[in-house]
């Protein structure tokens, strides 16, 4: 059966017709990434898709953005998110992770020269607490080694002598 379907698949081929292609000037895409500037893309990780009215209204409340942010839907539980300010940009992206409805939003920096389809929406970072350690494990070493055992440590919060002594 697979090599059936393998032999079919070798003996299709596109028309003269559909074999077009269309050259765009240098110029032509400078708009939409001049605009560009201030957006994220976004990844609602959800079984179903999401109330994406719902989902605007929300996540525009929780981000307390200080100017107007505009979304745009452009695949299932896919948005590009566009923002006025650099700041409120920075914001969200400093504030994560982030949730609507229990789902994890993923989120991406904007790259005009991918296919939504293209982006990879297969990490997002996480804060992580490690609570009851002994005082003399409460250091960045041992914090590393704790968060390299979930995925890649980024940060262990400690003091300039590199001991993280507090609750945890």
């Known amino acids: 059966m697979d090599e059936e379907l393998a032999k079919q698949w070798e003996e299709l081929s596109l028309t003269k017709k559909e074999k077009w292609e269309i050259i765009l000037a240098f110029n032509s895409t400078t708009k939409a990434m001049q605009q560009s500037n201030f957006c994220l893309l976004a990844m609602i990780i959800a079984e179903r898709p999401i109330n994406r009215e719902s989902f605007k209204i929300t996540m525009s409340r929780v981000w307390r953005c200080n100017s107007w942010i505009q979304?745009?839907?452009?695949?299932?539980?896919?948005?590009?998110?566009?923002?006025?300010?650099?700041?409120?940009?920075?914001?969200?992206?400093?504030?994560?992770?982030?949730?609507?409805?229990?789902?994890?939003?993923?989120?991406?920096?904007?790259?005009?020269?991918?296919?939504i389809n293209e982006v990879p929406f297969t990490t997002e970072e996480f804060w992580m607490h490690?609570?009851?350690?002994?005082?003399?494990?409460?250091?960045?070493?041992?914090?590393?080694?704790?968060?390299?055992?979930?995925?890649?440590?980024?940060?262990?919060?400690?003091?300039?002598?590199?001991?993280?002594?507090?609750?945890?």
């Not at 949730?99 to 991918?114: A, I, K, P, Q």
């Open 71 to 115: 979304f745009s839907e452009i695949g299932s539980n896919k948005y590009l998110v566009e923002f006025h300010l650099e700041q409120d940009l920075q914001q969200v992206i400093c504030g994560t992770p982030w949730s609507f409805d229990r789902w994890l939003v993923c989120l991406h920096l904007y790259e005009g020269n991918r296919s």
């Open 130 to 168: 490690a609570y009851n350690m002994p005082l003399a494990s409460m250091t960045e070493d041992v914090g590393k080694k704790i968060g390299d055992t979930i995925g890649k440590s980024l940060i262990v919060q400690v003091d300039d002598r590199g001991i993280g002594w507090e609750s945890f």
